[in-house]
């Protein structure tokens, strides 16, 4: 705990898991405070002025500035950290290709047909649902061929960045579709990650337990 930061988290979130987990990986350890989407906690008085938009992961910086978006916190993390975010440019720029992408393209297919089981919204149609399971499984094909190389972590590299962070815990949330396909080099590179980063398993564990629930209730 240090410099007075305190990261926002709903533990159940996949967007804040990946920042739970890279607070103690990059050895920040900043404090953290646990928020309870189910109870409104994101919308008190004192939540709400310090993010009007309501949302979980939010850094509280300092008493003048927070910033949210999972990814955003990500980059202050590992630029603070001066960890798993390349200083050289060309890398960095790569990283940041990939968080874009997770961000714009991967994550909404897992939302759109995810959010149903996971209780964040209604559920969709049985032809939605089916609709939406093909789109995810279409895009975890492109990622696969996109940013995957054997043995190695997203976009080629040798060990995790903190796009592998953001993007891991997105397949956590995934993995609440039954019957889901997965490409055997996305199954092999998330065993990768997870024995790179043993400690990633106790920042997802409460997601993991409630994606579980929500998986058995199918």
Request: with cysteine; glycine share 8%.
């Amino acid at each position: 705990m240090s410099e007075g930061k305190c990261l926002y988290k709903a533990d159940v979130s996949a967007n804040s898991v990946g920042c739970i987990a890279f607070n103690e990986f990059s050895g920040l350890k900043w404090e953290t405070k646990s928020v309870d989407l189910m109870k409104g906690e994101t919308r008190t008085p004192e939540f709400l002025a310090m993010n009007p938009l309501h949302i979980c992961p939010t850094l509280k910086i300092n008493k003048d500035l927070s910033i949210w978006e999972s990814n955003a916190i990500l980059r202050y993390m590992g630029s603070s950290s001066k960890k798993a975010y390349p200083e050289n440019i060309e890398q960095r720029a790569w990283v940041d290709t990939m968080l874009d992408y997770r961000q714009c393209n991967f994550y909404p297919k897992v939302s759109t047909v995810c959010y149903g089981f996971l209780g964040f919204r209604k559920p969709g149609s049985e032809e939605e649902v089916k609709k939406g399971k093909a789109a995810l499984e279409a895009e975890i094909k492109q990622f696969g061929d996109a940013f995957l190389k054997e043995g190695k972590f997203m976009g080629g590299f040798a060990e995790p960045t903190i796009a592998d962070f953001s993007m891991i815990s997105a397949i956590e949330f995934a993995k609440v579709i039954k019957g889901l396909k997965w490409e055997k080099s996305v199954e092999e590179y998330y065993e990768r990650f997870n024995k790179a980063v043993p400690g990633f398993a106790k920042g997802a564990a409460i997601c993991r337990g409630y994606v579980k629930s929500c998986y058995d209730k199918q």
